[in-house]
């Protein structure tokens, strides 16, 4: 329980239970804003570890938006070593916020308009990994979407 108090009261930290950079430079850093939204970076982050295990994945949940502001801006900001120590100064950065959309709308609805499942995330930690573009092949594909599936992305006209 002091750990959570500790997480909330920082606003922000990472999780290395989830993460797999065992605290060295990562190859992307999963970003989750929110419960629902970090529950899908924690599926993405576990796709991750499955499919590429050389990749160094760093989980990082953020309780309060306004640390992402810089520390002049706004009291709870970080200052730049603190915000670079938790998200890199030069790594793919993939946050999954809900958002703020006007007008009456579902958490659900939210989630399924930015495609914010777990398949998403972890496709785009796949696509930002540096081992990729050297060569590097997944175990295994990831699955396709099954054809009813609202977030199948529409074929690509020849």
Same mark, same amino acid.
């Given at each position: 329980?002091?750990?959570?108090?500790?997480?909330?009261? *920082?606003? @922000?930290?990472? #999780?290395? #239970? *989830?993460?797999? &950079?065992?605290?060295?430079?990562? $190859?992307? /850093?999963?970003?989750?804003?929110?419960?629902?939204?970090?529950?899908?970076?924690?599926? *993405?982050?576990?796709?991750?570890?499955?499919?590429?295990?050389?990749?160094?994945?760093?989980?990082?949940? /953020?309780? $309060?938006?306004?640390?992402?502001?810089?520390?002049?801006?706004?009291?709870?900001?970080?200052?730049?070593?603190?915000?670079?120590?938790?998200?890199?100064? $030069?790594?793919? /950065?993939? /946050?999954?916020?809900?958002?703020?959309?006007?007008?009456?709308? +579902?958490?659900?609805? +939210? #989630?399924?308009?930015?495609?914010?499942?777990?398949?998403?995330?972890?496709?785009?930690?796949?696509?930002?990994?540096?081992?990729?573009? *050297?060569? @590097?092949?997944?175990?295994?594909?990831?699955?396709?979407?099954?054809?009813? &599936?609202?977030?199948?992305?529409?074929?690509?006209?020849?």
């Amino acid at each position: 329980m002091d750990e959570a108090i500790a997480h909330c009261r *920082a606003g @922000a930290s990472i #999780w290395p #239970w *989830a993460s797999t &950079d065992e605290g060295l430079d990562p $190859d992307v /850093v999963l970003v989750g804003i929110g419960d629902v939204v970090t529950t899908e970076v924690m599926a *993405a982050a576990d796709i991750l570890r499955r499919e590429l295990p050389e990749m160094r994945v760093r989980v990082v949940n /953020v309780t $309060d938006l306004l640390i992402l502001e810089e520390n002049t801006e706004h009291p709870h900001g970080l200052d730049r070593d603190m915000f670079h120590a938790l998200f890199t100064p $030069d790594r793919p /950065v993939i /946050v999954n916020f809900h958002g703020y959309f006007g007008g009456k709308t +579902t958490p659900l609805r +939210t #989630w399924h308009r930015q495609s914010l499942d777990h398949q998403r995330l972890s496709r785009r930690g796949h696509d930002d990994h540096p081992l990729r573009h *050297a060569g @590097a092949q997944r175990r295994e594909p990831l699955p396709p979407r099954p054809a009813g &599936d609202p977030r199948r992305r529409p074929a690509q006209p020849a």
